[in-house]
């Protein structure tokens, strides 16, 4: 059974950073693609970012390009987003995704076959 757990989420101002883990457990192969989330309040949830199986390939949305930054580090089985610039519009809950035996990026959620339980991140005005 594979196991993804989000931490890092929080409250912050807008302008201000956060950094958001995903720890990954159990049988996932380490040529797996990973990808995080989000959902806000109300909305459908989105494609943030994707990073593939070796931390070379990543790939952003558009609304969070030049601001969030992902990585990994598949000796310790994380990945990382780091969120800077934040404002209030990056408000929701951010999900963890891994694409298990699938180096390759994805941006849609039917690619993804392990999610996390996600953890919010609320940016104030």
């Known amino acids: 059974q594979v196991q993804l757990v989000e931490s890092g989420g929080g409250l912050e101002q807008a302008g201000g950073s956060l950094r958001l883990s995903c720890a990954a457990s159990?049988?996932?192969?380490?040529?797996?693609?990973m990808g995080w989330f989000r959902q806000a309040p109300g909305k459908e949830r989105e494609f943030v970012a994707a990073?593939?199986?070796?931390?070379?390939?990543?790939y952003y949305a558009d609304s969070v390009k030049g601001r969030f930054t992902i990585s990994r580090d598949n000796a310790k089985n994380t990945v990382y987003l780091q969120m800077n610039s934040l404002k209030p519009e990056d408000t929701a809950v951010y999900y963890c995704?891994?694409?298990?035996?699938?180096?390759?990026?994805?941006?849609?959620?039917?690619?993804?076959?392990?999610w996390g339980q996600g953890t919010p991140v609320t940016v104030s005005s």
């Open positions: 159990g049988r996932i192969s380490s040529s797996s693609a």
């Open positions: 990073i593939g199986w070796s931390g070379a390939s990543t």
């Open positions: 995704a891994a694409r298990a035996g699938t180096p390759g990026i994805g941006v849609q959620m039917w690619e993804y076959n392990y």
